[in-house]
């Protein structure tokens, strides 16, 4: 079946600090990439995606590459903020009618 | 203008209640989801419809019963609520092209089971 592998949290940052979330994946055939976020007390918000192998999803700084041969989705910042604080969720969603998959989220405190 | 909503954003209701969650989307998507996040952040899928059709029913007990009156809504009716069912209840919304697109999710119901 599909299922979403990522870091266990929480993780915590200095404001500048390179961040690395790790996400795996297990899934048949060739599943479309996600990275959610959730603010504290919100929902949760696309980030950023990639739909097939090596592209690369980028959004506010945040990037992620879709390595089919490794079957990973790592998202990576080079330079984090206090307001980046959030649990990032990585998500996978294989074709047919098989919902969205997610990770168990990874929480990230970044300290001014 | 909100994309997915839901109400109430809170509800805390005692055991052996009734209670009814709403949720609308204005995207015009033909499919809607339902997903509980349990106390450790974990996102599991409850049911989704396509148009008005229930296509997915994960292992859910039959207290919780979804109910679609249009592509625009997806209403979720728990009976008889159990502390267990405390959760924040998250809907979402997806068009036909999904993989390129993803959901979009409401910003969810905290229910509280006293």
């Known amino acids: 079946g599909n299922s979403v592998t990522q870091m266990e949290g929480p993780v915590t940052l200095s404001e500048e600090a390179f961040l690395t979330i790790n996400c795996t994946y297990t899934?048949?055939?060739?599943?479309?990439l996600f990275w959610y976020v959730q603010y504290p007390g919100e929902g949760l918000q696309l980030l950023l995606k990639a739909t097939k192998a090596d592209d690369k999803g980028s959004n506010k700084g945040f990037e992620a590459t879709y390595r089919k041969e490794t079957t990973s989705f790592h998202l990576e910042k080079g330079s984090v903020q206090v307001s980046d604080s959030a649990v990032y969720f990585c998500a996978l969603l294989n074709s047919g009618n098989t919902p969205l998959v997610f990770g168990k989220g990874t929480r990230l405190s970044v300290i001014a | 203008d909100t994309a997915v909503s839901q109400t109430p954003k809170y509800l805390v209701t005692q055991m052996g209640n009734d209670k009814s969650i709403k949720c609308e989307q204005n995207?015009?998507?033909?499919?809607m989801y339902w997903y509980k996040q349990d106390s450790k952040k974990f996102l599991k899928i409850m049911f989704s419809y396509n148009n008005k059709e229930l296509i997915i029913n994960e292992t859910v007990p039959n207290r919780f019963s979804p109910k679609s009156p249009d592509k625009a809504h997806l209403n979720l009716h728990i009976n008889s609520l159990e502390l267990g069912d405390s959760a924040v209840y998250f809907c979402a919304s997806s068009q036909p092209s999904a993989r390129e697109g993803g959901y979009t999710f409401g910003s969810g119901t905290r229910l509280t089971v006293v």
């Open positions: 899934a048949t055939g060739y599943p479309s």
């Open positions: 995207l015009g998507h033909d499919t």
